[in-house]
T-cell receptor, first 113, second 117 residues
Framework: GENVEQHPSTLSVQEGDSAVIKCTYS??????FPWYKQELGKGPQLIID?????GEKKDQRIAVTLNKTAKHFSLHITETQPEDSAVYFC????????????FGDGTTLTVKP | GAVVSQHPSRVICKSGTSVKIECRSL??????MFWYRQFPKKSLMLMAT?????????EQGVEKDKFLINHASLTLSTLTVTSAHPEDSSFYIC?????????????FGDGTRLSIL
């Protein structure tokens, strides 16, 4: 089955700095890669996703890159703000919606004011 | 955007009680919903895949008689924790993707914090 590894497990940055979280996956059948932000006591919220036919996607301060050959993808947050502090999860999934997502172990991001 | 509603948000009950958690897709239909369990500071652990109109598919190690899943309509799946015990205390989260097209995002409910005394 799929195996997703996520690094780092914790990340602390100064407000305004950039944050990068990296994930690797093992199953070449995976072709949908979402990123979720989870705040304390809440469910994960989708913040950005990328599909295997695209190498990079950007949405304001958030960007995701995908290297399908190397089987890794990364989340980039620029100009970080204290409200970006949360746990971030990457995931990998086959294209079918019924396919199971495999999640990384999460990264706790702390943005210091 | 797509919304998944999960109720209740928090349950505290005595050992031996059965607890039902509802997961609804509010503005889309979902033939498949997923149920997860999350321990503190851990990732999401898939428990089962809920299939509309058919039996749920359980992950290895998850007791299907303990965690009953019913997906009676295209917008509602329920998880019943039967005869709950303190070790069943956890954060349970459901998710759903819109039916009909592939590569659709998975939307999560806000979870249910279950505490068994």
């Amino acid at each position: 089955g799929e195996n997703v590894e996520q690094h780092p497990s914790t990340l602390s940055v100064q407000e305004g700095d950039s944050a990068v979280i990296k994930c690797t996956y093992s199953d070449s059948a995976s072709n949908y890669f979402p990123w979720y932000k989870q705040e304390l006591g809440k469910g994960p919220q989708l913040i950005i996703d990328i599909r295997s036919n695209v190498g990079e996607k950007k949405d304001q301060r958030i960007a995701v890159t995908l290297n399908k050959t190397a089987k890794h993808f990364s989340l980039h947050i620029t100009e970080t703000q204290p409200e970006d502090s949360a746990v971030y999860f990457c995931a990998a999934r086959p294209s079918t919606n019924a396919g199971k997502s495999t999640f990384g172990d999460g990264t706790t991001l702390t943005v210091k004011p | 955007g797509a919304v998944v509603s999960q109720h209740p948000s928090r349950v505290i009950c005595k050992s031996g009680t059965s607890v039902k958690i509802e997961c609804r897709s509010l503005d889309f239909q979902a033939t498949t919903m997923f149920w997860y369990r999350q321990f503190p500071k851990k990732s999401l652990m898939l428990m089962a895949t809920s299939n509309e109109g058919s039996k749920a598919t359980y992950e290895q190690g998850v007791e299907k008689d303990k965690f009953l899943i019913n997906h009676a309509s295209l917008t509602l799946s329920t998880l019943t924790v039967t005869s709950a015990h303190p070790e069943d205390s956890s954060f349970y989260i459901c998710s759903a993707s819109p039916a009909g097209r592939d590569n659709q995002p998975q939307h999560f409910g806000d979870g249910t914090r279950l505490s068994i005394l």
